[in-house]
């Protein structure tokens, strides 16, 4: 290999982009080329600046809400049946089609006679969610003073995040969600293999009034408390969710004046 | 890492969309800001390239889906720059500033270790296509292979362009410490 052959190659060579033989013909050149050897340095150098040193820039936390929340509505627009609500058969996403929309609209419209609000269904679509696509957690942390602060700058407003590690419910991390057009805070606890997701936002629109729903085997407990709505929804069996939310209830009472 | 995909017409549910594309949230701003250099912009920008991505989502066979995103984010953001006909990137080049320095003066200069605000501006001058192939492979690791996917150009006009693009910000890092030195 000539010089000027090797010259242009010390950029790919250094990106790692050259196949094993020009790679082995270009090392012999460069070994008795102190000119080439020097640029090479040089190439090291600069590329080393530019990733070291310049700015990469970041979205603000909102934009991933935002673009989940937009394909969520192109799905629904895009079919006749929002796909939260083919949750109602139970069945996973894959493979609806045809007949199975026939028999989705069929459990839409049983349900809606069931008077579930749209709410406690697009909370339980949430949870399911969030477990079906591995992204359960923004956060992930034990700690509370961990997680709490996390969502500073994230929402408008502070979640209570309380530790029921020793009741068996230990706190296992956080996530921004969205519940009726707005972003809510997901405090995420877990019980045996099972996983409580326990939205969180301002009641300043509307109250839940202590209600719990059973839609396909998901519970979703749902009250109003010093100002803040909550919603709690797991798969757990009723009494176990509703043991859950009475320690929370009670340490967010306790917490509270110290806050 | 990521599962062969189904059949076109098969339901595809935003979580499978999610679950492909939204871990390049991040590198796809990050483009989309280093063109746009307006943090609204690049936002709107990345909104509709997923949105775009999404409708054709029944056409991506699997494979590395951040180098598809980029190319649909890459022809959202130069038509939003075509919109725009204020967008004038290029300095006129500034003879005081650029003339012939003495290798070791370049040397000198060079290694006066340009911090991040020194690269900001230099890369902010190198023209879109400098700037795009800079911010692809350096900073997001994109393989030429990738680069010529996403920009539409042979491997061989990857290599090139890089190669250019470096000389050209290396350039301006060399201009911006000698003015630095001189003022």
Redesign the interface.
């Known amino acids: 290999m000539n010089h000027d052959e090797a010259a242009k190659l010390l950029g790919p060579y250094r990106d790692g982009e050259l196949d094993l033989a020009t790679c082995v013909k270009l090392e012999e050149h460069l070994a008795g080329c102190p000119s080439c050897q020097q640029e090479l340095a040089g190439e090291q150098e600069l590329v080393g600046l530019i990733e070291a040193e310049t700015p990469r820039f970041k979205p603000s936390p909102f934009l991933k809400t935002r673009i989940r929340a937009v394909l969520r509505e192109e799905k629904s627009s895009s079919t006749a049946i929002p796909w939260w609500k083919r949750l109602s058969l139970g069945s996973t996403f894959s493979g609806l089609a045809g007949a199975t929309a026939v028999l989705a609209i069929l459990a839409v419209g049983f349900f809606s006679t069931q008077g579930i609000p749209e709410l406690d269904r697009e909370a339980v679509a949430n949870h399911v969610r969030s477990l079906q696509v591995d992204h359960l957690m923004d956060v992930t942390s034990t700690d509370q003073h961990t997680v709490k602060p996390w969502f500073a700058g994230k929402l408008d407003y502070s979640p209570p995040v309380v530790d029921l590690v020793a009741s068996g419910y230990p706190l296992v991390g956080g996530r921004l969600d969205v519940l009726d057009h707005r972003n809510v805070a997901s405090i995420i606890y877990q019980r045996r293999k099972h996983y409580i997701n326990l939205f969180i936002w301002p009641a300043d629109t509307e109250s839940l009034h202590g209600r719990l729903y059973n839609l396909d085997g998901y519970h979703a407990l749902g009250w109003t408390k010093s100002g803040m709505n909550y919603l709690a929804v797991s798969e757990l069996g009723e009494k176990e969710l509703r043991d859950f939310v009475q320690m929370i209830q009670d340490q967010t009472a306790e917490s509270r004046p110290g806050e | 890492m990521v599962e062969p995909y189904?059949d076109a017409?098969?339901?595809?549910?935003?979580?499978?969309?999610?679950?492909v594309f939204?871990p390049h949230?991040?590198a796809a701003?990050?483009l989309a800001?280093?063109l746009l250099r307006n943090?609204q912009d690049?936002?709107d920008a990345?909104?509709e390239a997923?949105?775009r991505a999404?409708?054709a989502f029944a056409r991506f066979r699997g494979g590395e889906g951040k180098a598809w995103l980029m190319t649909i984010l890459r022809n959202v953001c130069y038509t939003m720059i075509k919109k725009v006909p204020s967008h004038d990137t290029l300095e006129p080049f500034d003879e005081e500033i650029h003339q012939p320095l003495s290798e070791s003066e370049m040397q000198e200069a060079?290694r006066q270790?340009?911090?991040?605000e020194?690269?900001?501006l230099a890369?902010e001058k190198l023209p879109d296509e400098f700037r795009e192939i800079?911010v692809l492979?350096?900073?997001e690791g994109l393989?030429?292979k990738e680069i010529a996917a996403v920009a539409g150009i042979p491997i061989g006009t990857v290599?090139s362009r890089?190669?250019r693009a470096?000389a050209r910000?290396?350039t301006e890092?060399i201009a911006a410490n000698a003015k630095e030195a001189r003022s």
């Open positions: 189904r017409g098969d339901n595809l549910s935003p979580a499978d969309f999610e679950q939204l949230l991040d701003y990050n800001r280093w943090d690049a936002e990345v909104q997923y949105i999404y409708k060079f270790k340009a911090n991040a020194t690269l900001h890369l800079i492979h350096d900073l393989a030429y290599m890089l190669a470096r910000l290396r890092i």
